[in-house]
């Protein structure tokens, strides 16, 4: 799953929650200009929506580095998780559909849709 694809997935769940344990800070996120920008997070619950989520999974320079952001990143995808966990059967399934349709050209896999679900 691409960052383009996570960002549409949160942005059609109406956005998730994360808990931040400490604060966080990177004075070195690359902006658009090719340069850098200080991307910062406060501790505690934060929402975040799908364009806020993505920055948060891609910040790398931390005291835990690499091994941070695949924390955050493991943490986005339970936050995600636990959204379509909560569906129930039928009303779900207009959402579910959403993010199948939305992610066609942002995932590889050779499951089909019914095994997806499963």
Do not use: C
């Not at 996570?6 to 769940?13: A, E, F, G, S, T």
């Not at 344990?21 to 619950?45: A, Q, R, S």
């Not at 929402?47 to 955050?72: C, P, W």
């Amino acid at each position: 799953l691409d960052l383009l694809g996570v960002q549409k997935v949160v942005d059609i769940l109406g956005g998730i929650n994360v808990r931040r344990l400490e604060d966080l800070e990177d004075k070195t996120f690359p902006d658009d200009n090719y340069g850098y920008e200080t991307y910062g997070i406060n501790e505690g619950w934060r929402y975040l929506n799908g364009e806020q989520a993505v920055k948060y999974i891609r910040t790398r320079h931390t005291s835990g580095g690499d091994f941070d952001r695949m924390k955050r990143q493991q943490e986005v995808a339970r936050a995600i998780k636990k959204i379509i966990d909560g569906f129930q059967s039928f009303s779900g399934l207009p959402k579910l559909f959403s993010i199948y349709d939305a992610l066609q050209d942002h995932f590889t896999t050779d499951l089909s849709f019914s095994e997806i679900m499963r």
